[in-house]
């Protein structure tokens, strides 16, 4: 097997037992970043080959929303297209003390709004499985770059989706973990109480242990938790047997994909052979969550985006007047998405309309999270497709944000709730991926992770399945 194709796991195994050399584990990724990224463009910066701090080389990509002292983040926006951050992220600082090399910043939605990475201001990312399909968003450059292979292991950060629904539509794993586990100390803000950081890779096992790394109290983040979990990879192969399992209805609706909705199935049916219980119930609050989102992800978005003023961060478009500064600053910085979330969120926080909007916004959110705690005190995960559709092409969509914004329906609840919620890849439609979604209980991210590695297993899903088939794409201009 090539070394780009190895999960992060098995790099580390063949350097431990001193099969591969450390070198050739950059060399592989750089070369293959080298053969591929033209095509793919997942990447809006790829740094320099540096030596390395450790000696395992551990490589990861970082989505361009997350702080690297003296490298730029740009979180795809004109606005900060030359901001230079001047301290490390919690999830950097992380990382750099266990020996990580960081080859990149990954493409992304700007201010991670959307869910195709066509709302870079810079340019789209390609879906590795078929070029001319959107790699889902908003961390699409991040999904994209493990799947085509570029790098073993990324982060994301996933606000209503933006980990999940990429990975689905890139056959990776994805995973958020409880809300508050991993700090959001140097990760631009989007929305808050949703915002969460979390990885991706080409295995449960690896999605766990970049778990172990990035998460824990930081002092500088209010709302990081002191809660341990210990280690995420501690369960993973715990026997999944007498598990209760419930599906929710609102899940399977016509909007569902035919061949998502078989592929679920014929999981469901593997695991209630191996005496798993499996329920269909009926959360009705969950047809309101996309409803609910956005009205306080634009509400919390257009309060924090305030700071973009052309006088403390990024681009300044000068003015005499103050106020012209901010509003000229503001109109050539932003993109039409942001501006749009920035008008709806300062509509509903608004003296006349906050009751009506944002308030009752807050009180769905409490119905949901209400629903969500009978449902786990009966049983122990809600499963779930991740996405309605595969991926879909791109400029599909870029007309019809209501269209876009349905693509996170299946994602949203666990944001609005704070949970864990993994997807993995289970198979593919037309030869595109179709992933899986699992949610557990605040706290339960090792028993989710548990049940995902089953889940692994019986779908035996082949993670290079996207890299065979952009070297196919590739083979006659490349050879071989
Ligand atoms: N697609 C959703 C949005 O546009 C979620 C984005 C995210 O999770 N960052 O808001």
Redesign the pocket.
Known sequence: MKIHEMTYSEIEANVSKGLIKPDEVLDAFYNRIARVEDKVKAFIKIYEREEQFGTTPRVIAIKDNMLIKGKKTTCASKILRNFVAPYDATVIKKLKENSFYIIGKTNM?EF????STENSAFFPTHNPWSLSKVPG??SGGSAAAVAAGECPLALG??????IR?PAAFCGVVGFKPTYGLVSRYGLVA?GSSLDQIGGFGRSVEDVAKLSNIISGKENLDSTSLDYSMGDFTKLLSRPIKGLKLALPKEFISDALDNAIKGKITKIIKMLESEGVVVEEVSMKTIDYAVSIYYII?PAEASSNLSRYDGVRYGLSKSDASLKHQYMKTRDAGFGTEVKRRIMIGTFTLSAGYYEAYFEKAQRARAKLIKEFNDIFSKYDFIIGPTTPTVAFGIGEKVENPLQ??L??IYTIPA?LTGIPSISLPIGTAEGLPIGMQIMGNRFKDAEVLNLAYAIERMANFDYTGGMKKLDKELGDKYGK
Do not use: L
């Not at 991670?112 to 869910?115: D, L, P, T």
């Not at 950060?157 to 933006?162: K, Q």
């Open positions: 939605d991670a709004m959307g869910s968003g908003s950060s996933d606000t209503g989706g933006s629904q989007f992800a876009m914004y693509q996170d944001n």
